[in-house]
């Protein structure tokens, strides 16, 4: 199966601080995304990353950043974290095109609180 | 804008009782529908891809069925470990391949 891991479940973070969080898959899919999901909106595209070194901004890039150094990881960095950036973040990634017969993988998440 | 609305937003069942959700989509040239569970917690796990209105797909207790604007998810007898949030989501054909997700519909079966 493929796995699709982000390195913290809960994290907690101070308003201004540099954060990092992390997400790396074993199945050597070209295709590396992160959205987060809030109550009410939903899940909403960050970032997105077709190869390494390659990014493209999703539908709300403001307040991120991303780094792909590697095929298989993609960090997530919030530059200045802030308490509106409180959410469950979501990793996922995809093989093209196959991606549209076998979906996204996802991880399991890491829930941020910012205070 | 891509746009997904899914309704209900939620939806209680009784054990064995049969029901459809819904997700209304509005994007310029549909490239795939696809279809998540996602249980307190986790993150969503892929269930069905459709790429043309009137393709269905099932798994289980569950049909994904796909028009020009909506698709629906119909659940036969449900039980209760069918019991999740349902995501739909669409990829449009402008290049881009991130997936614009509805709300989901939170869907409670008692036993």
């Known amino acids: 199966d493929v796995k699709v891991t982000q390195s913290s479940r809960y994290l907690v973070k101070r308003t201004g601080e540099k954060v990092f969080l992390e997400c790396v898959q074993d199945?050597?899919?070209?295709?590396m995304f992160w959205y987060r999901q809030d109550p009410g909106l939903g899940l909403r595209l960050i970032y997105f990353?077709?190869?390494?070194?390659?990014?493209e901004k999703g539908d709300i890039p403001e307040g991120y950043s991303v780094s792909r150094e590697k095929k298989e990881r993609f960090s997530l960095i919030l530059e200045s974290a802030s308490t509106n950036q409180t959410s469950m973040y979501l990793c996922?990634?995809?093989?093209?095109?196959?991606?549209?017969?076998?979906?996204?993988?996802f991880g399991s998440g890491t829930r941020l609180t910012v205070v | 804008e891509d746009q997904v609305t899914q309704s209900p937003e939620a939806l209680r069942l009784q054990e064995g009782e049969s029901s459809s959700l819904n997700c209304s989509y509005t994007?310029?040239?549909?490239?795939?529908l696809f279809w998540y569970r996602q249980d307190p917690g986790k993150g969503p796990e892929f269930l069905f891809t459709?790429?043309?209105a009137g393709e269905e797909k099932e798994k289980e207790r569950l049909k994904a069925t796909l028009t020009k604007k909506e698709s629906f998810l119909h659940i036969t007898a449900p039980k209760p470990e069918d019991s999740a949030t349902y995501l739909c989501?669409?990829?449009?054909?402008?290049?881009?391949?991130?997936?614009?997700f509805g709300k989901g519909t939170h869907l409670i079966i008692q036993p």
């Open positions: 989501a669409v990829q449009a054909g402008g290049g881009a391949d991130g997936l614009t």
């Open positions: 990353s077709y190869d390494v070194k390659m990014k």
């Open positions: 199945m050597d899919h070209e295709n």
């Open positions: 996922a990634s995809s093989l093209p095109p196959q991606g549209w017969v076998y979906g996204y993988t």
């Open positions: 994007v310029s040239g549909l490239r795939g």
């Open positions: 459709l790429y043309s």
